[in-house]
Nanobody, 125 residues
Framework: VQLQASGGGLVKSGDSLRLSCLAS????????WGWFRQAPGKEREFVAA????????DYADSVKGRFIISRDISKNTVYLQMNSLKPEDTAVYYC???????????????????WGQGTLVTVSS
């Protein structure tokens, strides 16, 4: 499975940005998906996840109510819509995929064997 993340950039506090993760497999083909981020000097952390059916999602408390994870089956793409961005959202964002049969969102880095290359999001105050 190959993943290609894109959509990062420099934005101002309060702006919105949509990240995309193009997958080499059909997003409807039984994979769970996640977004993680890593800020400078910090460990990689969970941001959002969606299960293979698309029915259930989960979010880190820090982004709940501001970020939305979704998938477009026709485009083999998973999205992360980020609204009301804050300077503390500045990080490299990574998309990830897992072939797990879990019917609940996967929240741990170790649960994802497939990773994209990351896209940088910088939010200025």
């Amino acid at each position: 499975v190959q993943l290609q993340a894109s959509g990062g950039g420099l934005v101002k506090s309060g702006d919105s940005l949509r990240l995309s993760c193009l997958a080499s497999v059909r997003t409807s083909s039984g994979y769970n998906w996640g977004w993680f981020r890593q800020a400078p000097g910090k460990e990689r952390e969970f941001v959002a996840a969606i299960i293979r059916s698309g029915r259930y999602t989960d979010y880190a408390d820090s982004v709940k109510g501001r970020f939305i994870i979704s998938r477009d089956i026709s485009k083999n793409t998973v999205y992360l819509q980020m609204n009301s961005l804050k300077p503390e959202d500045t990080a490299v964002y990574y998309c990830a995929a897992s072939g797990s049969r879990s019917w609940t969102p996967l929240l741990l880095i170790t649960q994802y064997p497939f990773w994209g290359q990351g896209t940088l999001v910088t939010v200025s105050s």
